[in-house]
C-alpha cells in the first residue's frame, strides 16, 4: 500500500463548521446538552451518591448508554469512588478508569457512558466516543472493515489516539464539542446511507437526512467517507 494511501481522508475546517450548525439545528439534541449542563451546575458533587445518581440516571435516559442494565447502584458506587481516589487522576485517564465496571462476577466496558459521564459532568475537553463516532473514524482511517466497538475498547491508547491522529493530519482547530457533532453525525449519515430504513438512528436525525437541503449538505460534509 502507497504512502498516500494509508493517510487518513482529512477533515476539513468548513466541514467541522458545518456539521456544527446541523447539529444546532437537531431541536431535541440541543434540549438534551442543555438539560446535561443544567444538572451538572445544580448538582456538580461527583462524590456524593444523590448527585451521582440523579446525573447518572439522567445521562442513560437521554443517551441511552445501557448503564440500566449493569446496575444502577453499582455504576453509581463505581463513580464516586474513582473520583473520591487520590491523587486524581487527569482527563482522559478518568474516562478509562471510569470505564471499566465489576459487575458481580465480571468486568464490563462501559466507554460511551464513561466519556460522556467525564466531558458533560468533570472534563468538557475529553472526547466523547459511542459507535457512530467511532464509525466515522474508521472510515477516515480509510479500515470499513474494522468493526468501530474494536476502537473504542481501550479508550486512551486506541480511540483517543486516532482523534489525535485525525486531527493532527487534518491541522484543524476543534473543541471536543464540535469534533463530536461532526463524528456522531457523520457515522449517522454513513450508516442511513448505507443501511436506509433499516438504519437504527435517532428519529429526529433520520428525518433530517430525508430532507432535500440537509441531505445536500451531508452528503457535501461527509460524502468522501462512504465505502
Known amino acids: 500500500m502507497s504512502a498516500k494511501q ?16 446541523m447539529w ?3 431541536p431535541g ?5 442543555q438539560v446535561l449542563a443544567m444538572a451538572q451546575e445544580n448538582f456538580s458533587s461527583n462524590t456524593s451518591r444523590d448527585c451521582v445518581l440523579l446525573k447518572v440516571v ?12 449493569h446496575g444502577l447502584d453499582t455504576v453509581v458506587a463505581h463513580v464516586v469512588a474513582v473520583f473520591e481516589r487520590k491523587p486524581h487522576l487527569a482527563g482522559r485517564q478518568v474516562v478509562q478508569e471510569l470505564a471499566g465496571v465489576q459487575v458481580k462476577d465480571k468486568q464490563v466496558n462501559l466507554v ?28 477516515h482511517f480509510r479500515q470499513p472493515n474494522v468493526r ?16 489525535d491522529e485525525l486531527l493532527q493530519a487534518s ?12 463524528l456522531w453525525l457523520a457515522g449517522n449519515w454513513i450508516t442511513f446511507q448505507e443501511q436506509g430504513k433499516k438504519a437504527r438512528i435517532n428519529k429526529e436525525l433520520k428525518e433530517s437526512f430525508k ?11 461527509f460524502g468522501k467517507l462512504l465505502k
Request: proline content about 2%; aromatic content about 12%; overall charge negative.
Open 112 to 139: 460511551s457512558f464513561a466519556s460522556k459521564y467525564v466531558h458533560f459532568f468533570h472534563d468538557s475537553s475529553v472526547p466523547l466516543a459511542d459507535q457512530y463516532a467511532a464509525l466515522a473514524l474508521t472510515r
Open 29 to 33: 439534541w440541543y434540549i438534551t446538552d
Open 148 to 163: 468501530a466497538g474494536d476502537w473504542m475498547k481501550d479508550y486512551c491508547l486506541q480511540y483517543c489516539a486516532k482523534i
Open 24 to 26: 444546532k439545528n437537531l
Open 171 to 182: 491541522n484543524v482547530s476543534s473543541t471536543a464539542q464540535e469534533l463530536d457533532h461532526y
Open 6 to 21: 494509508t493517510q487518513p481522508i482529512v477533515i476539513k475546517q468548513e466541514h467541522l463548521s458545518e456539521a456544527h450548525e
Open 211 to 221: 430532507r432535500e437541503d440537509i441531505a445536500q449538505r451531508a452528503k457535501a460534509t
Open 58 to 69: 439522567l445521562l442513560d435516559g437521554l443517551y441511552a448508554t445501557n448503564v440500566r442494565f
